[in-house]
């Protein structure tokens, strides 16, 4: 059984105050919270936040946010799997995903409790049902809540294969540490200021 730490919950918080008192952090949050929604906007007058059903600790259903980097009507025919290539991303969300930055709307579901800044990431309960069923562990991604970044996202492209992500998921959930989190966030802050993300970190090593 998996014990979810305590320092968790004041980490995550503390990390948001910090983020939005501290120079220049919150000229910097100002000018991509104007700039990012009004480049959405300008390129196909769509919606600018994306909102969809995920799965979470315990199997709980939360409503994640993120900034629109698709088409409009994307998923009107079910889930797909979206992969980097995927024709349905938009220009501006090619953008936003190379920077991570469509994921910023997600503070919103930390503040809410439902994620934590590092953890697995949310899958949708669809896809999650679809890999329990062919994968053996999948469901131990749910022993802990859900994360805006994690070591499966920094090791590997949007695309990684469900397996290969467990794989991550469970030696972060089985050696959870504040140093190791901290770590996490670093590395993540590092590749959205310098634009790696989408390049995982053995390939950056060759």
């Known amino acids: 059984m998996v014990r979810y730490p305590r320092y968790k919950r004041p980490l995550d918080l503390i990390i948001i105050l910090l983020a939005h008192v501290i120079p220049p952090f919150p000229i910097i949050w100002t000018l991509i919270w104007v700039i990012v929604p009004i480049s959405i906007w300008l390129e196909d007058k769509g919606p600018i936040f994306y909102t969809q ?11 994640i946010y993120k900034f629109r980097t698709m088409i409009v009507n994307a998923e009107q025919f079910g889930p797909v799997w979206a992969g980097k290539s995927d024709t349905r991303i938009t220009k501006v969300g090619k953008i936003l995903r190379f920077t991570a930055l469509d994921e910023l709307p997600q503070i919103l579901n930390i503040l809410k409790n439902d994620m934590s800044f590092v953890g697995p990431r949310a899958e949708r309960p669809e896809l999650h049902e679809q890999f329990t069923n062919s994968i053996t562990d999948f469901d131990q991604r749910l022993l802990i809540k859900p994360g805006l970044t994690g070591t499966a996202q920094l090791n590997g492209p949007y695309d990684l294969e ?3 992500k467990l794989k991550y998921d469970l030696e972060y959930i089985n050696n959870i540490n504040f140093k190791q989190d901290m770590y996490i966030i670093f590395k993540s802050i590092l590749n959205t200021l310098l634009a790696k993300w989408d ?3 053995k390939e ?3």
Do not use: E, S, V, Y
Request: hydrophobic share 20%; glycine share 10%.
């Open 53 to 63: 059903t995920r799965i979470g600790k315990n199997g709980k259903l939360f409503k």
């Open 162 to 164: 469900p397996r290969q």
């Open 199 to 201: 390049k995982p970190t």
């Open 204 to 206: 950056r090593a060759k």
